[in-house]
């Protein structure tokens, strides 16, 4: 079965760009969570997503989307880049909301940067 | 709002040997889990051991076991037997659970370095 898949793997934009990046979950898997790890730190929750709807959102400006489609794939869009946005972007996904025996699967992520 | 420290930025361990590295938290909250990850160079993080703050047994998976202190807010990783393949980074991670979703803390990060 193949895991959580992310694209693109690098990419690189420009400030006051915009970016969309893409995550498909593990099959079944209805959550999917968006996090931030700039070089050197643990990553920084952005968004979850459970049955297409926002469950959750941490601290980060509206220049920060995303959504989730029926099929429970996710994108996660930025707008006017900043430099301070380059970072690795990961994506997670687990069955439900994590319950008791829940594991939250990630991906390789997409490394972006901002020049 | 949480926190997750880790004092540890690096350590080495040899092979074989047996390594803890150190995590404590922040919370107001009673029901929450705690998690280590491990992030390889191929940047993937990777569970490697939950424990759910209500069972006071410390959690171990084969080679990995943490020692889970609640009141103390102390979760620390030990590895024995540590192996090449043990070398990443490693996060320790908080999650309050409330009844509409997740939101994993992550502390800064220990880089192991498994020396032969």
């Known amino acids: 079965d193949a895991g959580v898949t992310q694209s693109p793997t690098h990419l690189i934009k420009t400030r006051g760009q915009q970016v969309t990046l893409r995550c498909s979950p593990i099959?079944?898997?209805?959550?999917v969570s968006w996090y931030q790890q700039v070089l050197g730190q643990g990553p920084q929750f952005i968004f979850q997503?459970?049955?297409?709807?926002?469950?959750g959102r941490g601290n980060f400006p509206d220049r920060f989307s995303a959504r989730q489609f029926p099929n429970y794939s996710s994108e996660l869009n930025v707008n006017a880049l900043l430099l301070g946005d380059s970072a690795l972007y990961l994506c997670?996904?687990?069955?439900?909301?994590?319950?008791?025996?829940?594991?939250?699967?990630f991906g390789s992520g997409t490394q972006l940067s901002v020049l | 709002a949480q926190t997750v420290t880790q004092s540890q930025p690096e350590m080495s361990v040899q092979e074989a040997e047996t390594v803890t590295l150190s995590c404590t938290y922040d919370?107001?909250?009673?029901?929450?889990?705690l998690f280590w990850y491990k992030q390889p160079p191929s940047r993937q993080m990777i569970l490697v051991i939950r424990q759910e703050a209500y069972k006071q047994q410390n959690a171990t998976e084969n080679r990995f076991s943490v020692n889970f202190q609640k009141a103390a807010k102390s979760f620390s990783l030990k590895i024995s037997d540590s192996q090449l393949g043990d070398t990443a980074m490693y996060f320790c991670?908080?999650?309050?659970?409330?009844?509409?979703?997740?939101?994993?803390?992550f502390g800064p990060g220990t880089r192991l370095s498994v020396l032969p």
């Open positions: 099959s079944g898997h209805k959550s």
């Open positions: 997503y459970y049955e297409k709807e926002e469950r």
């Open positions: 997670a996904s687990s069955l439900v909301t994590l319950g008791r025996n829940e594991k939250l699967f």
């Open positions: 991670a908080f999650m309050n659970k409330d009844n509409y979703g997740q939101n994993f803390v």
């Open positions: 919370t107001s909250e009673n029901n929450y889990y």
